[in-house]
């Protein structure tokens, strides 16, 4: 057999248990991030497709309405069959951002997918995205980067499995104290209950108002939870996020002296906190790859 060319894709996946934490923003925000700041070449996959779904993040909602190659069709029997006749269907799944970045949009195709896996044995359930992204888009990109369903489902599952790290966005609210103990509970949950090993590696505070206490006793203590995952700089709470989400960009598009002082802090928080999360990435892929490639004792 031939030997699988070594992948150098870096890949991470947004995941939190929970709605409305930012887990989208943060995704776009980090990928942007990564091609401009970084020269990556990056693409974004949406498995999540809620209201404020990627494609309408970067403006593109009538585009995808009907995609022609849904990513949901990886998740099917049928998968090496498409890719081996229909020519181009990885390009055709494939959309330009208009910012530097790629974008798989989520396709309707998801719920039914997550449904068909339940069926499927065990050892293949989780790996069919791993799979695609090895396979299929090896020496495409440099870094992937999931935005999850906020919720356990074999989509979520497959997502976190083809990752291997996960970065968890959080905001201060109610539930803040039970968000931080939920956050490593649930994925120990996940480990135990399924063959995936999911590496928490960063945990990014995020929506912080600098003129409340709830808000900054809310990142010291994340940064006590977490001392080695909490990241460099909080993110700001800041309108320009959803006005612009509203316009269809992320704030790297905006001149930055049409941003809020607000927009400004959130824009350096991404820059340093992406800038933190690929040299992180970089580290447990290489270490990865030497307890792979290291002879047996
Ligand atoms: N730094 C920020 N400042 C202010 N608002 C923000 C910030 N980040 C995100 N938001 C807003 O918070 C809301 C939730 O964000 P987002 O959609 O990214 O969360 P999510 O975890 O992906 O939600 P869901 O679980 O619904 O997928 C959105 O309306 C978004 O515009
Ligand atoms: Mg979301």
Redesign the pocket.
């Given at each position: 057999m031939m030997p699988v060319p070594e992948n150098k894709i870096l890949r991470t996946a947004t995941y939190?248990e929970k709605?409305?934490?930012?887990?989208?923003?943060?995704s776009a925000h980090v990928a942007v991030a990564a091609a401009r700041e970084h020269d990556f070449d990056v693409l974004l996959i949406d498995l999540?497709g809620?209201?404020?779904d990627l494609s309408t993040h970067f403006g593109m909602g009538g585009e995808v309405e009907d995609v022609d190659a849904p990513i949901s069709a990886i998740f099917g029997d049928d998968w090496d069959f498409i890719r081996d006749n229909i020519p181009d269907v990885v390009d055709r799944m494939v959309y330009n951002t208009g910012e530097e970045i790629d974008l798989i949009p989520a396709d309707p195709g998801l719920g039914g997918a997550d449904n068909n896996l339940a069926n499927i044995p065990i050892e293949e359930r989780f790996s069919k995205l791993d799979e695609f992204i090895t396979q299929d888009l090896n020496k495409r990109y440099d870094f992937v980067l999931l935005?999850l369903p906020?919720k356990e489902d074999n989509i979520a599952l497959n997502g976190l499995f083809a990752a291997g790290n996960v970065i968890a966005?959080l905001k201060p609210g109610a539930f803040e104290r039970n968000q931080l103990e939920n956050l490593r509970a649930d994925l120990d949950d996940l480990r135990e209950e399924h063959p995936i090993d999911p590496e928490l590696t960063m945990v990014i505070p995020?929506?912080v108002k600098s003129s409340t206490n709830l808000s900054q006793e809310f990142v010291a203590e994340i940064q006590k939870a977490y001392p080695e995952q909490a990241a460099p700089v909080p993110?700001?709470?800041?309108?320009d996020?959803?006005k612009k989400?509203n316009e269809g960009c992320t704030l790297f598009a905006v001149p930055e002296d049409e941003l809020y002082n607000t927009g400004q802090r959130?824009l350096e928080a991404y820059r340093e906190n992406t800038t933190e999360l690929l040299n992180q990435l970089t580290k447990n892929h290489e270490s990865r790859r030497s307890r792979k490639t290291s002879p047996e004792q």
């Open positions: 939190v709605g409305g934490v930012g887990k989208t923003t943060t999540a809620k209201q404020n935005d906020g966005p995020t929506m993110v700001s709470n800041s309108q996020i959803s989400q959130v």
